[in-house]
């Protein structure tokens, strides 16, 4: 009988989950309401924030993010080594996004190198807490108050990571999170701005309704950017096992750390010390002289064994043909390497002992 397919990612629900969703559906109160109001303030409480503003989806919350201050033709510093909306809502927003080389190890936005690209118009930066890595929060802080700058953290991979025992949507200014079906804590579409700025939280509640400040009374330009209380419900639900989700993906990190950390030719992220990453994803990097087969020929041997794998991403933003074209072209050395030999294996909260050893053990033998 041949063995089960380990999947990239588990995106089933519970028992618990689908009855809130339906709860909701009976109702006929679908549109953003007390589910969302209560899924704000439980999700504001879990994270340690002031406000948590709930919107339609992860890119979503980076537009209302750059909305709440940018101004045409400010400049946001972006990791190159990241999903496009992280860099796409800054030109939405009307500012311009300046692509940042990443540290080859942590694969996280280089600070060094974005001090380089700093000018008189930088206004922000956007870190992502990539893969569930978290940033080292401090230097971050320290760098954005010495150039005054707005820090608009990426954490759509990040649920539940901490920093120093705290959850990373506990740092200002903005935090914005993605309930994407393939994210840690997902509900099918929908996002969250976090943020303990009570004016910046105002603005994007009234941004995400169409700029509605009362009853048909509209003060401002705005979007629906709402979130639905079917996905709020779902949410809810899932925070009670957030917890249960990232210890059983921490366990897997644990167990592919251990039985990867011999086999030549792979390299994985590190981990940024004082941290606990939420291992959205498990990323190695793959040295074709030294494993014998390059990262597309791995890929293609675990798909053989039944195990689907991830490239996350095979291109930085810089090299993407629509910023090449609005932007020109750029060299970013440590963002191309990781492009071509980054690949992602299964570590979701799915996943059993045994699933991993299988993992381990294709890996293994798949060299050469």
């Avoid at 503003?53 to 992860?58: D, E, K, L, P």
């Avoid at 930066?125 to 569930?132: D, M, Q, R, S």
């Avoid at 750029?330 to 963002?335: A, C, M, N």
Wanted: glycine share 8%; charged share 20%; aromatic share 8%.
């Amino acid at each position: 009988m041949p063995e089960k397919p380990i999947t990239i990612a588990d995106t089933r629900l519970t028992e618990s989950e689908m009855e809130a969703a339906v709860r909701v559906l009976r109702s006929g109160m679908l549109r953003q309401g007390k589910e969302c109001e209560a899924f704000e303030a439980e999700f504001a409480a879990r994270v340690g924030a002031r406000f948590a503003i709930t919107c339609a989806n992860g890119t979503a919350a980076l537009h209302l993010a750059y909305l709440t201050f940018l101004k045409p033709g400010d400049e946001v510093l972006v990791p190159s080594f990241t999903f496009i909306a992280t860099a796409s809502m800054v030109t939405f927003a009307g500012g311009r996004p300046v692509f940042c080389d990443v540290d080859p190890e942590s694969f996280l936005m280089d600070l060094e190198d974005a001090a380089t690209r700093i000018s008189p118009r930088t206004r922000a930066l956007a870190p992502v807490h990539l893969f569930g890595n978290v940033c080292d929060i401090s230097r971050f802080q320290d760098f954005a108050r010495r150039h005054g700058l707005v820090t608009v953290w990426d954490a759509a991979q990040a649920h539940g990571a901490t920093y120093q025992g705290r959850d990373v949507g506990s740092f200002g200014d903005l935090v914005c999170y993605s309930f994407y079906p393939t994210k840690n804590l997902f509900v099918g579409e929908g996002g969250m701005v976090c943020t303990d700025n009570p004016e910046y939280a105002q603005i994007i509640g009234y941004l995400r309704t169409h700029g509605q400040t009362g009853p048909y009374l509209h003060t401002m330009l705005g979007l629906n950017y709402r979130m639905t209380d079917v996905e709020a419900a779902i949410g809810r639900e899932q925070l009670k096992r957030l917890d249960k989700m990232l210890a059983r993906r921490r366990r897997n990190a644990a167990l592919l750390n251990e039985g990867l950390k011999s086999v030549p030719g792979l390299k994985r992220q590190t981990i940024t010390p004082g941290t606990e990453s939420a291992w959205h994803q498990y990323c190695i990097l793959v040295d074709p002289q030294e494993y014998g087969k390059n990262r597309n020929e791995l890929a293609a041997y675990l798909r053989l064994k039944g195990i689907a794998t991830g490239v996350h991403y095979p291109r930085g933003l810089h090299q993407q043909p629509i910023f090449q074209q609005m932007y020109g072209e750029s060299h970013l050395p440590h963002t191309e390497y990781l492009a071509e030999n980054i690949l992602a294996l299964p570590v979701h909260h799915g996943l059993t002992d045994e699933d991993i050893g299988r993992i381990v053990d294709a890996v293994q033998s798949g060299r050469g």
